[in-house]
Every structure is written in C-alpha cells, then in structure tokens.
C-alpha cells in the first residue's frame, strides 16, 4: 500500500541519509497501531520491525489518550481504542526517554484542523555538549554534518521535515 512504501522510504532514508543516527519521526501516518487501529497497522509495522519506538507506548503518563487524533469536526473521543494515525516516533534512540504523549483537545484545536495535535516530552542523552553521547555514539542535538547531509532531502528551503513523494499505486 501507499501507506507501506510511505514508511519505507522513511526508514531507507534514515539508514542511507543519516547512518542509523537517532531521529524523532512525526506525522499522519494514515494508519494506527494495536489497541488504536484505523484501515490497519501499515506504518507501524515497517516502524516496529526497524526497532523504531512508538512514543505512545513508552509514555510513562498519557492525556487524552481515549480521543481520536483525526476528529474530521467531530467530538470523537470516550473511546479506549481511539483512533490514533498521528503518530511520533523514536528511531536509533536508545537512552532517550518519554515521560509523557499527550493529545491536545480544545476549542481552538477542534477549529484548526481535522487532527488534533500530539505533543511527547522525551528526555534526551547528551543535550549538555558533543562530548556526551548516547549509547549509539550520537550525541543530542544531532552534528551539524549530519543535519547538512539531509539538505537534498528537503523540497522546500528551511523546511523542518522531510517531504516524501509517496508514488500512488
């Protein structure tokens, strides 16, 4: 499916583009994962079978965690398996830690979008110089060397992620 090849290419890169260092993956991933499925778990699998860590099931504290991340306009929440494909991820990340995924529900969030926004707090390894790694060597935030070895990655200049055309079909 589109939704496989999607995150496919994302793990490709993050192995080819940026040699296993650590990365934060956010987005729609127009799918879910066990216990908050939506048209199935594609994303998640390709992710899960990487090692990758969905931060919902390591938050050691959850809010909102019964609403829906993609409302289309509608109250959508009360449901212990909400449909969660707004998605963040930890990839190659060891030591980094989450102690909260929350779901942000109000007036204004309801209006801005048809999904709701998703915010984690993660501790991270080695925030305090380059001197301080984590376990896989990398330290936080990532060299710039790495980050400029993304730049053909980008569509747009300055743009803070990384745009992926998913062919269709």
Known sequence: TNVTKGAEIV???????LNDAPVIIAGDMNSGYPGHLSDGKQAYDVFNKAG???TFNAALNK???DCSTVHHYEVRCGDKNASHIDQIWTANASGVGVS?????????????S??????VVLS????NGAEETSPTGYAWPIKKTD???LVNCFRKPGHTGIDIPVPSG
Do not use: C, F, M
């Open 11 to 17: 793990r490709d890169l993050i192995k080819s583009k």
């Open 52 to 54: 990758y860590t969905l």
């Open 63 to 65: 809010i909102n965690d």
């Open 100 to 112: 909260s995924w929350e779901l942000i529900k109000n007036a204004g969030t309801q209006k801005a």
């Open 114 to 119: 048809d999904h709701r926004p998703v915010v």
């Open 124 to 127: 991270i390894p080695g925030i």
């Open 147 to 149: 980050y400029v070895a």
